[in-house]
C-alpha cells in the first residue's frame, strides 16, 4: 500500500536527517584522523597559525596585514579554551568541515546526493583538506563563508524574502571583515542578481539594497580603523602582490601560470578521483535529469567566476596573483566542471562495482597524500636549505629551554622580532614553564596593539635577531638567529633595520631560514 504524502514526506525527512548526520559523522572522523597525523609528523605549526596565535594576544578593529575577524574567532576560543596553539589547528579543521557541510548540503539540493557525495570525496583529496587541515588564516575563514553565501543565493532565487537578502549582506560584511579579497563574491552575488532578474521583482531590488546596507554596517568599525590607521593594510599590500605592477608583456603569462597552478596542481587529485569515477559510471545507461537552468548556473558562477575575476584584476591591474588566493575558491571548481560531464549528470547510480572502483581511488590518494606528508618531514641535511617549518620546530624547542629564569636573572615578559620565529619561542616557552610572554612583532608597538609604551617600560624584553654575525652582547640560540638579554649594553645598528636580512625576516615572520656559511 503506498504512502501517503505526509508519510512520504516524514520518510523523506528521516532519511534526509540520517544521510546529514552520516556526512557530519564521516567528516569529523577524516579531520580527527589527519589533524592526528600532523600533529605526529610536523616539526612545527603552519607560520599563519603561529601568527594568529600572536595576534590573538589581544582584540582589535584591525591588524597590520588584515581585517579582524579571524584573530576575533581565535581570542574567543583561546577566552575559552586557554591559550594552547592546538586550538588554531583546530579551528582550521573546523573550517573545513564547516565549509564541505554546506557545500554537500548545497549540492545534493541542487544536483542529487550522489552528485553532492562524490564531489565531496573528490574534495577530500585535495591538499586544503589534507595537508593543510590544520591551517587557520584569513584565507581559510572566507571557505565557510563563502559556503554560506552560496546555499543564500540560492534559497533567495527558490524562495525569495528579505531576510534572506539580509543573511547574504551579513555574510558579505564578515567576509570582508575576514579579507578584502571577499569582495568578488559580493560581485559575484551581483552578478547572479542580474542572471535571475532581481529588477524584476520588488523584493529582489529591496533585498539587494538590503543587503548592501547590512554588508556596510558589519564593515564600518573596521572601515572606521583603516581611516585612523592610514589604511595600513593596504599599506601593506601595496608593498607585495598589490604593488607588484607587472608589464603588459609579463602579465598574461603570470595569469596563465596562475591558472594552471589552480586547475593543474592544487585540482589534480579531483580530477584523478573523477577520471576515474567517470570510467566506473560510464556504462551506465541511465535517465539523464532535466537539469534546473539555474542551479547548473549558479554551479558554473560558483566555480568559475572566481578565478575569471582575478584573472582580469591581474590583466588590468598588474597585481601578482598568489597561488593560495585560491583557498576559499578551489572546491567549487569541482561541481562546475562535474555539471558539464554526462555521466555525472544522469541519475548515478553506485553499483558495488563503481562503489569499489571509486572508494579504492580515494583510499589510494589518501594513502599517497599520507606517504608524501611524512616523506616530507624527513630530517633536512644541515648543508642544506630547508623550509622554515621543517628545521626550526626543534631549534626553536632547544633554544626555548635555555630561557630559564636562572640564566635571564628573571622572567622573560617580551620577545620582540619577527612574529614567526618570535611566536614559536613564546609557545615552546609557555610549554616549559607557566610564563606566557608576550609578541611584540618587529619591535614595533603599532603592529602589536596588545601593548603599549607603558607595559613596554616596565617589562623585561628579549630581543630576537636573524643574521649570521653574532654581535657584541648577544648569544645565538639557533643557526641564523641570536637574542639579545635584557639589558643597556646592546644597541642594534639602525642600518641594520633596514638591511636586506631583517626585510625578508619581517615580511615572513622569520619564515625563510637564514643560512650562514
Same mark, same amino acid.
Given at each position: 500500500?503506498p504512502?501517503?504524502?505526509s508519510?512520504?514526506?516524514?520518510?523523506h525527512?528521516?532519511?534526509?536527517?540520517?544521510a546529514?548526520?552520516?556526512?557530519?559523522?564521516?567528516?569529523l572522523?577524516?579531520?580527527c584522523?589527519w589533524?592526528?597525523?600532523?600533529?605526529?609528523?610536523?616539526?612545527?605549526?603552519?607560520?599563519?597559525?603561529?601568527?594568529q596565535?600572536?595576534?590573538?594576544?589581544? &582584540?582589535?578593529?584591525?591588524?597590520?596585514?588584515? $581585517?579582524? %575577524?579571524p @584573530? +576575533?574567532l581565535?581570542?574567543? =576560543?583561546?577566552?575559552?579554551? *586557554?591559550?594552547?596553539?592546538?586550538?588554531?589547528?583546530?579551528m582550521g579543521?573546523?573550517c573545513?568541515?564547516?565549509?564541505?557541510?554546506?557545500?554537500a548540503?548545497?549540492?545534493?539540493?541542487?544536483?542529487?546526493?550522489?552528485?553532492a557525495?562524490l564531489?565531496?570525496?573528490?574534495?577530500?583529496?585535495?591538499t586544503?583538506?589534507?595537508?593543510?587541515?590544520?591551517?587557520?588564516?584569513?584565507?581559510?575563514?572566507?571557505?565557510?563563508?563563502?559556503?554560506?553565501v552560496?546555499? &543564500?543565493?540560492?534559497r533567495?532565487?527558490?524562495? $525569495?524574502? %528579505?531576510? @534572506? +537578502?539580509?543573511g547574504?549582506? =551579513?555574510l558579505?560584511?564578515? *567576509?570582508?571583515?575576514?579579507?578584502?579579497?571577499?569582495a568578488?563574491?559580493?560581485?559575484?552575488?551581483?552578478?547572479?542578481?542580474?542572471?535571475?532578474?532581481g529588477?524584476?521583482?520588488?523584493?529582489?531590488?529591496a533585498?539587494?539594497?538590503?543587503?548592501?546596507?547590512?554588508?556596510?554596517l558589519?564593515?564600518?568599525?573596521?572601515?572606521?580603523?583603516?581611516?585612523?590607521?592610514?589604511?595600513?593594510?593596504?599599506?601593506?599590500?601595496?608593498?607585495?602582490?598589490?604593488?607588484a605592477?607587472?608589464p603588459?608583456?609579463?602579465?598574461?603569462?603570470?595569469v596563465?601560470l +596562475?591558472?594552471?597552478?589552480?586547475?593543474g596542481?592544487?585540482?589534480?587529485?579531483?580530477?584523478?578521483?573523477?577520471?576515474?569515477?567517470w570510467?566506473?559510471?560510464?556504462r551506465?545507461t541511465?535517465?539523464?535529469l532535466?537539469?534546473?537552468?539555474?542551479?547548473?548556473?549558479?554551479l558554473?558562477?560558483l566555480?568559475?567566476?572566481?578565478?575569471?575575476?582575478?584573472?582580469?584584476?591581474?590583466?588590468?591591474?598588474g597585481?601578482?596573483l598568489?597561488?593560495?588566493?585560491?583557498?576559499?575558491?578551489?572546491?567549487?571548481?569541482?561541481?562546475?566542471v562535474?555539471v558539464t560531464?554526462?555521466?555525472?549528470?544522469?541519475?548515478?547510480?553506485?553499483?558495488?562495482?563503481?562503489k569499489?572502483?571509486?572508494l579504492?581511488?580515494?583510499?589510494?590518494?589518501q594513502?599517497?597524500l599520507?606517504?608524501?606528508q611524512?616523506?616530507?618531514m624527513?630530517?633536512c641535511?644541515p648543508?642544506?636549505?630547508c623550509?622554515?617549518a621543517?628545521?626550526?620546530?626543534?631549534?626553536a624547542?632547544?633554544?626555548?629551554?635555555?630561557?630559564?629564569?636562572?640564566?635571564?636573572?628573571?622572567?622573560?615578559?617580551i620577545?620582540?622580532?619577527?612574529?614567526?620565529v618570535?611566536?614559536?619561542?613564546?609557545?615552546?616557552?609557555?610549554?616549559?614553564?607557566?610564563?606566557v610572554?608576550?609578541v611584540?612583532?618587529?619591535?614595533?608597538?603599532e603592529?602589536?596593539?596588545w601593548?603599549?609604551?607603558?607595559?613596554?617600560?616596565?617589562?623585561?624584553?628579549?630581543?630576537?635577531?636573524?643574521?649570521?654575525?653574532?654581535?657584541a652582547?648577544?648569544?645565538?640560540?639557533m643557526?641564523?638567529?641570536?637574542?639579545?638579554?635584557?639589558?643597556?649594553?646592546?644597541?642594534?645598528?639602525p642600518?641594520?633595520?633596514?638591511?636586506?636580512?631583517?626585510?625578508?625576516?619581517?615580511d615572513?615572520?622569520?619564515?625563510?631560514?637564514?643560512?650562514?656559511?
Open positions: 500500500m504512502l501517503s504524502p508519510l512520504a514526506l516524514a520518510a525527512a528521516r532519511s534526509s536527517s540520517r546529514d548526520g552520516a556526512l557530519a559523522a564521516g567528516l572522523v577524516f579531520a584522523a589533524l592526528l597525523l600532523l600533529v605526529f609528523t610536523r616539526h612545527a605549526p603552519p607560520l599563519d597559525n603561529v601568527e596565535w600572536v595576534w590573538s594576544q589581544g &582584540l582589535a578593529l584591525g591588524y597590520y596585514k588584515h $581585517p579582524p %575577524l @584573530t +576575533w581565535a581570542f574567543a =576560543v583561546h577566552a575559552v579554551a *586557554g591559550r594552547s596553539p592546538i586550538w588554531i589547528s583546530v579543521a573546523a573545513l568541515v564547516g565549509t564541505l557541510w554546506l557545500y548540503k548545497l549540492l545534493s539540493e541542487l544536483c542529487g546526493r550522489a552528485f557525495h564531489a565531496v570525496l573528490a574534495a577530500l583529496c585535495i586544503y583538506a589534507t595537508l593543510r587541515i590544520d591551517l587557520y588564516n584569513h584565507n581559510t575563514v572566507m571557505m565557510p563563508l563563502m559556503a554560506g552560496a546555499c &543564500l543565493m540560492w533567495v532565487t527558490v524562495a $525569495p524574502r %528579505l531576510r @534572506t +537578502w539580509l547574504i549582506g =551579513v558579505i560584511g564578515l *567576509g570582508l571583515l575576514t579579507k578584502y579579497q571577499f568578488l563574491i559580493g560581485a559575484c552575488v551581483a552578478l547572479w542578481w542580474l542572471r535571475i532578474g529588477w524584476r521583482q520588488r523584493v529582489h531590488l533585498g539587494a539594497l538590503l543587503a548592501a546596507l547590512a554588508a556596510v558589519v564593515f564600518m568599525p573596521h572601515a572606521w580603523w583603516l581611516v585612523k590607521s592610514d589604511w595600513a593594510p593596504l599599506h601593506y599590500a601595496s608593498q607585495s602582490s598589490l604593488g605592477h607587472l603588459l608583456g609579463e602579465r598574461p603569462a603570470h596563465v +596562475w591558472m594552471l597552478d589552480w586547475l596542481n592544487r585540482l589534480l587529485p579531483a580530477w584523478v578521483l573523477l577520471a576515474l569515477a570510467f566506473a559510471l560510464r551506465y541511465g535517465k539523464a532535466k537539469a534546473d537552468p539555474q542551479a547548473r548556473d549558479l558554473l558562477f566555480g568559475w567566476l572566481p578565478p575569471i575575476l582575478m584573472v582580469l584584476l591581474g590583466l588590468f591591474t597585481m601578482r598568489q597561488f593560495k588566493w585560491s583557498t576559499a575558491f578551489w572546491m567549487w571548481t569541482i561541481p562546475a562535474m560531464v554526462p555521466a555525472f549528470t544522469h541519475s548515478m547510480h553506485f553499483s558495488r562495482r563503481s569499489a572502483i571509486i579504492g581511488a580515494f583510499v589510494l590518494l594513502a599517497g599520507i606517504l608524501w611524512v616523506k616530507s624527513e630530517p641535511p648543508e642544506h636549505v623550509p622554515w621543517q628545521r626550526s620546530y626543534d631549534e624547542a632547544l633554544a626555548a629551554d635555555a630561557f630559564s629564569r636562572e640564566r635571564l636573572g628573571g622572567p622573560v615578559q620577545l620582540s622580532g619577527p612574529y614567526g618570535t611566536g614559536l619561542l613564546a609557545q615552546q616557552l609557555r610549554q616549559s614553564s607557566s610564563e610572554p608576550a611584540l612583532i618587529d619591535g614595533e608597538l603592529k602589536s596593539p601593548l603599549d609604551a607603558q607595559t613596554l617600560a616596565a617589562s623585561r624584553v628579549v630581543q630576537v635577531w636573524p643574521g649570521c654575525k653574532l654581535p652582547g648577544a648569544e645565538r640560540i643557526p641564523g638567529w641570536y637574542v639579545t638579554l635584557p639589558g643597556p649594553d646592546f644597541v642594534q645598528s642600518a641594520y633595520l633596514q638591511s636586506e636580512t631583517w626585510r625578508i625576516a619581517s615572513q615572520g622569520g619564515g625563510q631560514f637564514v643560512q650562514c656559511p
